[in-house]
């Protein structure tokens, strides 16, 4: 992180979008550019900052960026009108999901976990609606099975669905879709979506000890 950060900013807020150009160029350095909403010559990006509560207009714009630089870090905020957009949000693939409401103090170091480390950052505030559905299926407040916790410790160290069946005696396809509903619990994109994800909620570590002992 030695060279300076090219940081795109997006922001129906001209207000909003100079405090966050402020933060950034203050403690990280960075070399932050206003962009327009309907912004299509993208300049080359470290990372891409959105702040809108349009599911559409964030897809359109992420999209049209990662054309340019499949690699780019993105960051959305939201307003807590738009928490329901969250999951949505998520299976986008955006590094880092916040409150609009909450400032923007923490992007520096958010930035620097994000860029020296595969990982998602998420508001707390977001988890509720995110698991909504859930909460009330298990005994876990994350709304994950006992199984599914087993499974994604193994999926954390890589395994494979045959391999994982192997561990806990169960066939493949049961496997198959426990890490379905993993997935979609979680609202990942993938296995590996699945594990930053759950990495980043802290619950892991929990799944360690409910292996079974072969």
């Not at 402020?22 to 959105?50: C, F, K, N, Y």
């Not at 990942?188 to 994800?197: E, K």
């Amino acid at each position: 992180m030695d060279d300076p950060l090219d940081v795109g900013i997006i922001s129906h807020s001209p207000i909003f979008a100079a405090g966050i150009r402020s933060v950034l160029e203050r403690d990280l350095g960075t070399h932050a550019i206003v962009l327009p909403s309907s912004q299509h010559d993208w300049p080359p990006l470290t990372a891409l900052i959105i702040e809108s509560d349009n599911l559409n207009h964030i897809e359109s714009i992420l999209m049209l960026c990662r054309l340019s630089n499949y690699r780019v870090k993105t960051a959305v905020f939201l307003s807590p009108l738009a928490f329901h957009l969250a999951p949505a949000i998520m299976k986008m693939g955006v590094d880092i999901l916040l409150d609009s409401t909450q400032g923007c103090e923490q992007l520096p170091h958010l930035f620097r976990s994000i860029l020296d480390s595969p990982c998602v950052m998420v508001s707390q505030s977001f988890w509720k609606t995110v698991f909504h559905e859930n909460s009330s299926s298990s005994d876990y407040s994350s709304g994950l099975t006992e199984r599914e916790y087993q499974i994604l410790s193994l999926l954390d160290q890589n395994l494979s669905n045959v391999e994982i069946a192997d561990i806990l005696l169960i066939s493949i396809h049961t496997v198959k879709r426990h890490v379905e509903h993993l997935l979609r619990k979680l609202n990942a994109t993938d296995r590996h979506h699945c594990v930053q994800i759950a990495h980043q909620m802290g619950i892991l570590h929990k799944t360690r000890a409910a292996l079974p002992t072969l």
